[in-house]
């Protein structure tokens, strides 16, 4: 059986990163890696806070991360004045959830494939306040087709105010129709969240296009910016809605200052974030995203083939940008949070390589990126030594 070639590397491209060099870097999907030059510049904003901090929180730092967020929602396509801020896609979950006001009667749904902490706090949500949750199954083999039709046949109009949807989903690396899955949810008068936590960056979807109520997703992790940068995006008839978790100074200032303004931060990663983009600009971002999709696309497959995974059981993500690829290990093995979290450290551990590795309705996988900094021999690496780890128990 052939293996896809790899792509050519991005000459230079991982000097531009400070990650261990003895240190194979698979997952960039989990908490990115932040270029040097994005580091530099969120030093530089330090030290000129550090300088006179209160110049620097009381002279024109509002208008300044409004500066910054026009910038990122006009490279995600997304409404300048419909984006704010916020630190992660949790938060951003947890104040969509929070500005809803369920009541006893409602109903939040998901699907089993969704992120694992908004779960949590879908669940808090509705226990707070006598709403319901309720979990899609969808297996792994799903056709698009079918997906909208389990979605469409999951909604119950008058009781479901929000569904939630992964635009790619984290534990099984698959991407979601979400326009389409919007537009079922729309018929039926449901509000929809789409978790794009892995979207900003490597995919060329733009928020616009997704049309969904609430948009959420990461900047510091395929964006290149600095860790706790976030976008959440609210479509105009919620605007008035959402409210902040934390009430601030700003709070009269309305959407989205009151929601981005949360007292005495660290705002200097959001005003860093623009030099990721510049970052991944001057590589190219089309360049960035077709090579690591076919790298993602190369390790999964010499690492399928070592552990006797044939080509076309190896899940497949459901578009041609996707950067992450899942490979099925052994039955019995990583199943639960426990085990999968035993074994990512194992791997870590002794073959110095840093893997996701998570339990899916009863099933363990091992799920790899492919980035800029990454190289085909890191999978080779792996692909030769995980067998015999995986064979020592
Ligand atoms: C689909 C999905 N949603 C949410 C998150 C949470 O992101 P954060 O930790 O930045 O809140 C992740 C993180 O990997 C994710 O994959």
């Known amino acids: 059986m052939t293996v896809p070639r790899p792509?050519?590397?991005?000459?230079?491209?991982?000097?531009?990163?400070?990650?261990?060099?003895?240190?194979?870097?698979?997952?960039?999907?989990?908490?990115?890696?932040?270029?040097?030059?994005?580091?530099?510049?969120?030093?530089?904003?330090?030290?000129?806070?550090?300088?006179?901090?209160?110049?620097f929180f009381t002279q024109g730092l509002v208008d300044r991360i409004?500066?910054?967020?026009?910038?990122?929602a006009t490279f995600l396509g997304a409404d300048p004045d419909g984006t704010a801020l916020v630190g992660n896609v949790t938060a951003a979950a947890a104040v969509v959830l929070q500005s809803l006001a369920l009541r006893p009667g409602d109903e939040v749904v998901t699907t089993d494939h969704g992120y694992g902490a908004v779960a949590l706090s879908v669940a808090r949500e509705c226990a707070r306040t006598g709403a319901v949750s309720r979990t899609l199954p969808v297996p792994l083999s799903t056709t698009d087709e079918e997906l909208v039709e389990i979605v469409r046949d999951g909604l119950r109009p008058g009781r479901t105010r929000l569904l939630i949807v992964d635009q790619l989903t984290s534990p099984t690396a698959r991407l979601f129709p979400t326009s389409a899955l919007v537009a079922v949810a729309r018929e039926r008068g449901v509000p929809v969240l789409v978790d794009a936590a892995h979207a900003p960056g490597m995919l060329p979807t733009t928020v616009a296009s997704v049309g969904a109520d609430f948009w959420v997703g990461n900047l510091h992790k395929w964006a290149f910016a600095p860790r706790g940068t976030a976008a959440l995006v609210v479509a105009e008839r919620w605007r008035e809605r959402v409210q902040p978790l934390v009430v601030s100074w700003e709070q009269d200032a309305g959407y989205p200052t009151r929601v981005e303004w949360q007292a005495t931060l660290d705002y200097t990663g959001w005003l860093a974030a623009p030099v990721g983009l510049f970052t991944l600009r001057s590589l190219g971002v089309d360049r960035v995203r077709a090579h690591n999709a076919a790298l993602a696309a190369y390790g999964q497959r010499v690492v399928g083939d070592a552990l006797g995974v044939a080509p076309e059981r190896l899940p497949e993500?459901?578009?041609?940008?996707?950067?992450?690829?899942?490979?099925?290990?052994?039955?019995?093995?990583?199943?639960?949070?426990?085990?999968?979290?035993?074994?990512?450290?194992?791997i870590a551990?002794?073959?110095?390589?840093?893997?996701?590795?998570?339990?899916?309705?009863?099933?363990?996988?091992?799920?790899?990126?492919?980035?800029?900094?990454?190289?085909?021999?890191?999978?080779?690496?792996?692909?030769?030594?995980?067998?015999?780890l995986l064979a020592r128990g």
């Open 7 to 55: 792509p050519e590397p991005i000459p230079g491209a991982r000097l531009l990163f400070s990650l261990d060099p003895s240190v194979s870097h698979l997952n960039h999907g989990s908490f990115g890696a932040v270029p040097i030059a994005v580091q530099r510049a969120q030093q530089r904003l330090r030290d000129e806070m550090e300088s006179n901090p209160l110049r």
């Open 66 to 72: 409004a500066h910054a967020r026009r910038h990122l």
């Open 317 to 346: 993500p459901g578009g041609p940008a996707v950067a992450m690829r899942l490979v099925p290990l052994p039955p019995g093995v990583a199943t639960t949070l426990d085990a999968a979290r035993e074994l990512r450290a194992r």
């Open 349 to 388: 551990d002794r073959i110095g390589a840093e893997v996701s590795v998570a339990g899916w309705n009863g099933r363990g996988y091992l799920r790899l990126c492919g980035q800029v900094y990454n190289t085909p021999e890191e999978y080779d690496r792996l692909a030769v030594r995980l067998p015999t």
